[in-house]
């Protein structure tokens, strides 16, 4: 057998030589082997979704980090109010805007929160805004406390419920019939079982913002709470007993106190005087009870007629406490009743009405001493 028919040109001999032998093993070789293509298209493809893959992601990265959504320019027109929830993130609050006309895109305004300190300072709450603003712009008036539109009321120490309703009906969204068809389903409060559905002197005296949309009954509910938190706070079931009293009667020595005392350091010494009077047996003779039942503003005097009044709330007539407060009394009073001070006063009296100076006395006849000093010889005292 010749070297040409050995084989060996499988290895050694390739289509291009010139003079390359021929025979039946050079045309094997020039076969790829059969699963050759298969596996290049395969890989192809595979390489093509890989770049698809990488083109869509990175534009989906850039669009997030790097390209400029569509925004508005400057402070925007008109006004709208627009209600952030409790737990709000950046990309629902962005969608709240943009469904409100606020921003021109959600994505604007979501970009910068991912950057901007500002967001972090958001509260849930309404806001007043404009359309069409700016992402910059929404975001410096989402971060101003001033910009929120909850209506704000401010209820006095002492104040009783129709000054209370007067004061939300003139100050929120609210209005007056609403507040009063709440109160005259008292039982939806949450007013505590002693109060007996009456809800005067548990309406908390405070500053309430009040969102768009709250009810008559969510806000009262609000300043129920309040009290009750307020009570719970200064423990007032607990030290009403030391005292021998309930927490009802705190609340009503408290309210007195509200209309009685001016000055914060007489606060203690009236509720003294009141516990004097009521362990002598003594009526505790109390023009602020009687103006509660007769209406009666603008001073501190009643008439006789007024006194001569049955109701269990005139104390010149009944022994011993009024049957419930006279008003909303505030933190400073409650504590006053809670903690009275050390004296054996059996009067006191303003001697001065201006300051609020108030005169204390171990007996009548230094009542009317004093009584008489501060108005004149000829005042019936």
Partial sequence: MSENDSGLDLITGGPDEPGGPAGPGRRRAERPPRNFWRRRIIALVV???????????GGKVKDRFFSSADDYTGQGTGSIVVTIPPGADGQQMANILFKAGVVKSADAFYQLALTDKRFATIQAGSFKLR????????MREL???GNRAEGKVTIPEGSRVGEIVTAIAANTD?????????????E??????????????????????VAPGTTATELLQQMVNKTLAVAKSLDIGTRAKALGLTGEQVLTVASILEFEGKLDEDYPKIARVLYN??????PLQLDSTVSYVSGREGDVWTTPEERANPSLYNTYQNPGLPPGPIGSPGEKTIEAALNPAEGSWLYFLATDLETGETTFSNTYAEHVKACKAAFGADTQC
């Fill in 47 to 57: 390489v093509v979704l890989l770049i698809a893959a990488a083109v869509f992601v």
């Fill in 131 to 138: 359309k069409e603003m700016s992402a910059d712009w929404a």
């Fill in 143 to 145: 971060s101003d406390r």
């Fill in 174 to 186: 609210i209005k007056e019939d609403d507040l009063t068809a709440a109160l005259d389903k008292p």
């Fill in 188 to 209: 939806t409060l949450g007013l505590p079982d002693v109060a007996k559905l009456n809800p005067e002197g548990y309406l908390y005296p405070a500053t309430y913002e």
């Fill in 277 to 282: 009077r009521i362990a002598d047996g003594m």
